[in-house]
């Protein structure tokens, strides 16, 4: 009588949106979930990943583990992977971990992944315009050697 549900397998596509459907609002569920229509709005959470294909439209605010895009994506998606593969569109912010651009590709909008801990920024801090440097500081003229026949140093005119 009591016993445990079993959680559906990640790669296995429990939702299905065909490619005449569309939908509106919020579609929460712990499997896959695969788009090929339409959805206008509302929000998609699942625990699973996300695949919208070539022909899908989504509009919608997404939050899952891997988000697949073949089709036109625009909304605020957190995942831990994306994937935009060749001829997919996304517009919108974008929080994830990782991120995969296939050639033929299109985004615009915001792409933020979290800093790790043992991230070090590439360069070294940049001097301020106020720190100059000993050698910014000499004029080229005192930097030439002095003639022989001059006795007295040279002096840069200003």
């Not at 957190?78 to 997919?88: D, I, K, P, Q, T």
């Not at 299109?106 to 720190?131: C, K, N, R, V, Y």
Request: some cysteine; charged content about 35%.
């Amino acid at each position: 009588m009591f016993r445990r549900v079993r959680r559906p397998e990640p790669d296995r596509i429990e939702v299905s949106i065909g490619r005449a459907a569309t939908v509106r609002g919020e579609i929460k569920c712990d499997a896959s979930i695969r788009i090929d229509g339409v959805m206008e709005g509302g929000r998609i959470e699942t625990l699973n990943n996300v695949v919208i294909g070539k022909d899908a439209r989504v509009h919608a605010d997404i939050k899952a583990d891997v988000v697949s895009v073949a089709g036109a994506y625009k909304g605020e998606l957190n995942a831990r992977r994306v994937e935009l593969l060749e001829g997919g569109r996304m517009w919108g912010t974008i929080r994830v971990q990782s991120f995969y651009l296939d050639e033929g590709a299109f985004m615009h909008g915001e792409l933020i992944m979290p800093q790790t801990d043992d991230a070090e920024p590439p360069f070294a801090e940049e001097q301020t315009s106020t720190e100059v440097s000993d050698e910014e500081e000499a004029p080229e003229e005192a930097l030439e050697p002095e003639s022989a026949n001059d006795e007295q140093p040279a002096r840069a005119e200003q």
